[in-house]
């Protein structure tokens, strides 16, 4: 599933990429998807050019010159990409967006996915995500200062809460394995109980894991806009069941944490 490193490095690629383009035809094989009629979201959408596209979470956000938004989540995993005028597409999709100079893109949802589309450009108005938390890769929003206060008084374990999308928006089960062994602690702990000094480096962790790996463009078994994978291979504890720890040497081992596996070392995270 995608997390926050590749929906910002596909938004980022998509903003390079498809900026100016104007919206000639849209192709909607599966309806469910949408957030209003077939008739309706090719209105917003066609004859428009794309003004800006951002992300926030594993939500991206496209901004035409109408002011109307089209809003994407690739759900659990899909392909999203950009085709050359005369290209070959893909047989399989669910949407597909034709531009002016005849260039496409195409969408493929593998499990379940949202393709979303507002008259206007607030946010505030769409119920999947105007509720979404602090980003952390902005650094001006994602202070120190605002993660001890989001974190103070707080119950429940720290990885419940990480993953909470309307506490802070793009973490999901993949990321967040090699972020709690840096920061050295046991998922299910309680947020009480982490002291001062263990929050502050998991701020830091937090901030520095993630903006590596979308320096990198995400997970290797991610595609990006053109079908490349991402150069993020290398887990220290995540997905590594049985493997010796990297900093100790003790048996990496697999845990439920609440409704979600968690891949832990014993000895380093308590």
């Known amino acids: ?4 490193p590749e929906i910002h490095h596909l938004a980022r690629q998509m903003c390079r990429a498809l900026c100016g383009r104007r919206i000639v035809k849209v192709e909607v094989r599966q309806p469910k998807c949408l957030n209003v009629s077939r008739r309706v979201f090719a209105s917003l959408l066609c004859g428009r050019t794309i003004d800006r596209i951002t992300s926030r979470g594993k939500w991206i956000f496209t901004h035409l010159d109408s002011g109307a938004t089209f809003l994407l ?3 659990m995993g899909g392909d999203l990409l950009l085709h050359k005028p005369g290209a070959a597409r893909p047989e399989r999709y669910q949407l597909k967006i034709d531009f002016a100079d005849r260039s496409c893109l195409t ?3 593998w499990w379940f996915g949202y393709a979303h589309a507002l008259p206007d450009a607030e946010p505030p108005r769409h119920k999947m995500t105007s509720f979404l938390g602090l980003n952390p890769l902005d650094r001006a929003e994602f202070t120190y200062e605002c993660f001890h206060a ?5 119950r429940g374990s720290i990885k419940a809460l990480l993953m909470d999308q309307s506490k802070v928006a793009g973490i999901g089960n993949v990321y967040i394995q090699d972020i709690l062994f840096q920061a050295r602690l046991h998922p299910n702990r309680p947020i009480a109980k ?12 937090i901030v520095t894991n993630l903006a590596g790996a979308t320096r990198l463009g995400g997970l ?4 990006d806009l053109y079908h490349r994978g991402g150069g993020f291979r290398d887990f220290l504890v995540g997905y590594r069941e049985g493997k010796p720890c990297p900093e100790c040497g003790t048996v990496i081992q697999k845990i439920r944490a609440g409704a979600t596996a968690s891949f832990i070392c014993p000895r380093c995270q308590v």
């Open 107 to 109: 969408i493929r949802f």
């Open 73 to 75: 989540s690739l759900g």
């Open 220 to 223: 290797a078994f991610e595609k």
């Open 150 to 154: 989001l974190l103070e008084g707080r």
């Open 1 to 4: 599933m995608p997390e926050l």
């Open 194 to 205: 982490i002291s001062e000094d263990e929050r502050f480096a998991l701020y830091q962790t």
